[in-house]
């Protein structure tokens, strides 16, 4: 290991914790509606969203009509953007004139996009238009990381309030969060990509004429725009098939570095933002600390793996053992495991490096981020009501231990609550194991895997994981693009996200109707370094428990076998 490497790892760490705090802040005013610097030119425009929609501002929804309008948006969303990929060949903005998509891949994509996924069984420059590209997947990057940003405030109402029948209005809450959050934020941040050389036009594809004489296309689009909502809002799905191992979408050291800080930005802000909202920022340390621990230590097993490399290479005797196969050698193996890791614990799925050449205990520690939940910080909003759920279930089981009811923020935690969450639990942790077994004993299923033995079962592993956690990312040794991984990774996707967004919703509804209960003697304390060491051994217990076995037969016993000697 390298001193140099060490310190660009505790430096990312800090500095993005230094910005995420006065975001957090500048959050919690926005959905509080106190005033922000931006309100004289968003306020009028917000007005003129309300008036043209029919919006009413001033209505506030209980739960069940606020998930009536989360899921009215985004089956709306899936079935134009579906319909969308379908009618490309005939629409305008398509100058290298590629033809609709194949119908089942198209409903693969829409499901993908819509929940804030972005898995790409397609090359972005060999099958999507500028058109495609732009209105249809770009617009759900924003109202996907959107929605989950409401939902989350809509939990933290329901917290929060005492008595109420409601939790807010979703398309306020939407609203604020694309013209207050992510607009401005994907401005800033889209010139700054397209400074340092990110490609930004609208012009056909380049012909060159190589050195050998061949004629060459080079892809080149509306990509800077793109790649700044792509990593603020956790979607990942890039432009380009390399997505940022390309180097018109990661051109220069510095944009590695601002894509990993929007990758972290918004989840590790929101849960600042929590703590402001529940007037106790003490809270929001904890959750944040019980975060920072799994994460650190998924950092660290991640980058030894990395540095210390294959021992069959090693007994080479080459000068540097490290894996540097698959990895952009512009950035080496601390920011190539640094950008794996912050991208499977937040939900992102953006990758500088191939996730598939990743040695089996990073691949191992990649798949568990999300098969944790993804809530080690987790995708924007939906990473911390994730971990909400498990703070919940955390404070019950200490409820259990020591027979007294469980309370958290003055309020019961009772049967209702508790069956939500083990429901938000379950729901994508059966689709990845059903799924994944499913696809490792049928044809359908092994056919598209490129590794036999224990890699290949983690490419089918990692497929339905990376799915059902709305992550994206993938082990891209595994052809996905099939009529029976085009259906059941969207199935994935779906229930992966509303499965546990509904749920989330049904506890915001329960709880914002209870009153407030004053705390005691037994009253067990969520702040402190203490409950945050409890909830991240929550977390973990939670996910050995559900994973192990089936992490067991594929990159644990791989990295067994690589150290015996033996490969596939």
Same mark, same amino acid.
């Given at each position: 290991?390298?001193?140099?490497?060490?310190?660009?790892?505790?430096?990312?760490?800090?500095?993005?914790?230094?910005?995420?705090?006065?975001?957090?802040?500048?959050?919690?005013?926005?959905?509080?509606?106190?005033?922000?610097?931006?309100?004289?030119?968003?306020?009028?425009?917000?007005?003129?969203?309300?008036?043209?929609?029919?919006?009413?501002?001033?209505?506030?929804?209980?739960?069940?009509?606020?998930?009536?309008?989360?899921?009215?948006?985004?089956?709306?969303?899936?079935?134009?953007?579906?319909?969308?990929?379908?009618?490309?060949?005939?629409?305008?903005?398509?100058?290298?004139?590629?033809?609709?998509?194949?119908?089942?891949?198209?409903?693969?994509?829409?499901?993908?996009?819509?929940?804030?996924?972005?898995?790409?069984?397609?090359?972005?420059?060999?099958?999507?238009?500028?058109?495609?590209?732009?209105?249809?997947?770009?617009?759900?990057?924003?109202?996907?990381?959107?929605?989950?940003?409401?939902?989350?405030?809509?939990?933290?109402?329901?917290?929060?309030?005492?008595?109420?029948?409601?939790?807010?209005?979703?398309?306020?809450?939407?609203?604020?969060?694309?013209?207050?959050?992510?607009?401005?934020?994907?401005?800033?941040?889209?010139?700054?990509?397209?400074?340092?050389?990110?490609?930004?036009?609208?012009?056909?594809?380049?012909?060159?004429?190589?050195?050998?004489?061949?004629?060459?296309?080079?892809?080149?689009?509306?990509?800077?725009?793109?790649?700044?909502?792509?990593?603020?809002?956790?979607?990942?799905?890039?432009?380009?098939?390399?997505?940022?191992?390309?180097?018109?979408?990661?051109?220069?050291?510095?944009?590695?570095?601002?894509?990993?800080?929007?990758?972290?930005?918004?989840?590790?802000?929101?849960?600042?933002?929590?703590?402001?909202?529940?007037?106790?920022?003490?809270?929001?340390?904890?959750?944040?600390?019980?975060?920072?621990?799994?994460?650190?230590?998924?950092?660290?097993?991640?980058?030894?793996?990395?540095?210390?490399?294959?021992?069959?290479?090693?007994?080479?005797?080459?000068?540097?053992?490290?894996?540097?196969?698959?990895?952009?050698?512009?950035?080496?193996?601390?920011?190539?495991?640094?950008?794996?890791?912050?991208?499977?614990?937040?939900?992102?799925?953006?990758?500088?490096?191939?996730?598939?050449?990743?040695?089996?205990?990073?691949?191992?520690?990649?798949?568990?981020? /999300?098969?944790? $939940?993804?809530?080690? %910080?987790?995708?924007? @909003?939906?990473?911390?009501?994730?971990? !909400?759920?498990? =703070?919940? +279930?955390?404070?019950?089981?200490?409820?259990?231990?020591?027979?007294?009811?469980?309370?958290?923020?003055?309020?019961?935690?009772?049967?209702?609550?508790?069956?939500?969450?083990?429901?938000?639990?379950?729901?994508?942790?059966?689709?990845?194991?059903?799924?994944?077994?499913?696809?490792?004993?049928?044809?359908?299923?092994?056919?598209?895997?490129?590794?036999?033995?224990?890699?290949?079962?983690?490419?089918?592993?990692?497929?339905?994981?990376?799915?059902?956690?709305?992550?994206?990312?993938?082990?891209?040794?595994?052809?996905?693009?099939?009529?029976?991984?085009?259906?059941?990774?969207?199935?994935?996707?779906?229930?992966?996200?509303?499965?546990?967004?509904?749920?989330?919703?049904?506890?915001?509804?329960?709880?914002?109707?209870?009153?407030? /209960?004053?705390? $005691?003697?037994?009253? %067990?304390?969520?702040? @402190?370094?203490?409950?945050?060491?409890? !909830?991240?051994? =929550?977390? +973990?217990?939670?996910?050995?428990?559900?994973?192990?076995?089936?992490?067991?037969?594929?990159?644990?016993?791989?990295?067994?076998?690589?150290?015996?000697?033996?490969?596939?």
């Amino acid at each position: 290991m390298k001193s140099m490497d060490l310190l660009q790892l505790g430096f990312f760490i800090i500095l993005f914790l230094l910005l995420a705090w006065p975001l957090g802040r500048y959050m919690a005013k926005v959905y509080r509606g106190q005033r922000t610097w931006l309100d004289p030119v968003l306020n009028p425009l917000e007005r003129l969203f309300y008036k043209i929609s029919g919006v009413d501002p001033d209505h506030e929804m209980g739960w069940w009509e606020y998930t009536v309008a989360v899921m009215a948006l985004n089956i709306l969303g899936i079935v134009l953007l579906f319909l969308m990929q379908l009618a490309q060949g005939h629409l305008p903005f398509n100058p290298q004139h590629f033809p609709g998509v194949k119908w089942d891949l198209a409903l693969n994509t829409a499901v993908s996009f819509v929940t804030n996924t972005n898995w790409q069984n397609y090359g972005g420059e060999s099958a999507m238009s500028y058109l495609t590209q732009m209105a249809g997947l770009t617009v759900q990057n924003f109202l996907s990381a959107a929605t989950a940003m409401a939902v989350l405030i809509a939990l933290i109402r329901g917290l929060v309030r005492r008595q109420a029948n409601s939790i807010g209005n979703f398309w306020v809450d939407l609203t604020r969060t694309v013209l207050w959050i992510l607009l401005p934020l994907s401005i800033i941040f889209a010139l700054l990509f397209a400074s340092q050389g990110v490609i930004q036009t609208l012009h056909p594809y380049v012909t060159a004429q190589t050195l050998e004489g061949a004629q060459q296309t080079i892809a080149v689009g509306p990509v800077a725009s793109q790649e700044a909502i792509k990593m603020l809002g956790s979607n990942g799905g890039g432009f380009f098939n390399a997505n940022s191992a390309h180097p018109f979408e990661n051109s220069t050291p510095l944009t590695n570095l601002l894509t990993m800080l929007l990758i972290m930005l918004i989840p590790a802000g929101l849960v600042f933002t929590y703590g402001h909202m529940v007037d106790d920022r003490r809270q929001g340390h904890a959750v944040l600390g019980a975060m920072l621990i799994m994460f650190v230590i998924f950092l660290g097993i991640s980058y030894w793996s990395e540095a210390t490399g294959n021992p069959l290479i090693s007994a080479l005797h080459v000068s540097s053992p490290t894996a540097m196969e698959g990895k952009e050698v512009r950035f080496g193996i601390a920011n190539s495991a640094l950008f794996a890791t912050a991208t499977t614990a937040v939900a992102n799925g953006a990758v500088n490096a191939m996730h598939d050449s990743l040695t089996p205990l990073s691949g191992f520690i990649a798949m568990l981020q /999300i098969k944790l $939940g993804e809530v080690v %910080f987790g995708g924007v @909003g939906c990473g911390l009501y994730g971990m !909400l759920v498990f =703070v919940l +279930l955390t404070v019950f089981i200490i409820g259990l231990m020591v027979g007294r009811t469980p309370e958290y923020l003055g309020k019961k935690i009772e049967s209702m609550e508790i069956k939500m969450g083990i429901l938000a639990i379950l729901l994508p942790s059966a689709c990845i194991l059903i799924g994944a077994a499913t696809a490792s004993v049928t044809k359908a299923g092994t056919s598209s895997i490129l590794n036999p033995g224990p890699h290949g079962l983690s490419e089918i592993l990692y497929a339905f994981a990376s799915a059902a956690g709305n992550n994206g990312s993938a082990f891209a040794g595994l052809n996905g693009n099939t009529l029976f991984y085009n259906l059941g990774l969207a199935f994935n996707m779906f229930v992966g996200r509303f499965g546990v967004l509904i749920p989330v919703l049904v506890i915001a509804g329960t709880m914002v109707r209870k009153k407030s /209960i004053p705390a $005691g003697p037994g009253t %067990f304390q969520t702040i @402190g370094p203490f409950f945050a060491v409890v !909830l991240a051994s =929550v977390v +973990l217990i939670v996910g050995a428990l559900t994973f192990f076995p089936a992490l067991a037969l594929g990159p644990l016993v791989e990295h067994l076998l690589m150290w015996s000697g033996k490969v596939f």
